[in-house]
């Protein structure tokens, strides 16, 4: 086996195609990540990507946009992560972490943590979930209607709130906030957030956005005062609806385990578990 930097997104997507699209559900983060990529170059401010081959195919797969994790696909072959492991020692040796799926998240730390001398700790375990077919929620009130560049200050202090409350072990950068309004807003059928109002004002938001087969919901949020009313549910039920009816195979997201509120609010419309994915930190 070897481990091959790819330098350009449009030729890592085609080289790992095999491995990363032969599970969209598994690796639709990955998906996410390249998609933005490939829609607005300027997503992230660098990007860093990897191929395992074997006898000339694509066996394994990475990628990082600094300052977050490596984030690793599921591997066609065990020994592309430890292959995986080496070289990243070498070509990125200041790793902060890596998120990817177990068992792989746990042996790709057990290998760095091994070979570099620091310490693995899981700062956030999450559920990979897939839906294809929606189970109507209860009907609350309110509607949805599409968010647009009016609502960007609500949008921007909703996701700042949903960050502080859901993403506090994870790193962020100053700017994300910033490049994923920029990047979903005016983006027409590519990505987008929709709000659920009722009396004319806002009381929930989701993200989403295409990826190969299907599509990304995410984030979700709901301030504490309107939580319980089944806001949320109603939102991401029309919108996974949405994306299913306009062509999508499948819709993905992901949910901390450790919240056992919405893990059953979204298995109640549909979503099933098919993974879980493990946010993993080095430290020294």
Do not use: K
């Not at 946009?65 to 020692?89: Q, R, S």
């Not at 700062?123 to 979930?129: E, H, K, R």
């Not at 984030?219 to 062509?247: F, H, I, M, W």
């Amino acid at each position: 086996m070897l481990v091959r930097s790819v330098a350009d997104v449009w030729r890592f997507s085609d080289d790992a195609a095999s491995v990363i699209e032969r599970d969209r559900a598994a690796n639709n983060l990955v998906l996410g990540i390249v998609q933005s990529l490939l829609d607005r170059p300027d997503s992230y401010p660098e990007t860093r990507c990897w191929i395992v081959e074997h006898d000339g195919a694509a066996v394994g797969a990475a990628i990082r946009t600094p300052p977050y994790n490596v984030v690793v696909v599921d591997p066609l072959h065990d020994d592309a992560i430890d292959e995986l492991v080496g070289h990243l020692l070498i070509d990125d040796p200041r790793l902060p972490g890596v998120t990817a799926n177990t068992p792989w998240a746990s042996r790709f730390a057990e290998r760095w943590a091994a070979a570099s001398g620091s310490t693995a700790r899981t700062a956030i375990a999450q559920g990979v979930y897939v839906l294809t077919s929606v189970r109507a929620p209860r009907v609350t009130a309110g509607s949805s209607r599409e968010a647009t560049t009016d609502d960007r200050p609500l949008l921007e202090r909703w996701m700042h709130e949903f960050e502080h409350e859901a993403l506090t072990a994870m790193t962020r950068d100053e700017h994300a906030t910033e490049r994923a309004l920029d990047a979903r807003l005016g983006e027409g059928d590519n990505a987008g957030f929709t709000l659920w109002v009722v009396d004319g004002s806002p009381v929930s938001l989701t993200g989403w956005m295409r990826i190969p087969g299907g599509a990304r919901i995410g984030p979700v949020y709901t301030p504490p005062a309107g939580r319980g009313r089944g806001y949320a549910s109603n939102l991401v039920a029309e919108v996974s609806q949405q994306v299913l009816s306009d062509g999508a195979e499948a819709c993905f997201l992901y949910t901390d385990l450790g919240n056992p509120t919405s893990n059953g609010i979204y298995r109640a419309i549909g979503y099933e578990q098919v993974a879980e994915s493990l946010m993993i930190e080095f430290d020294g």
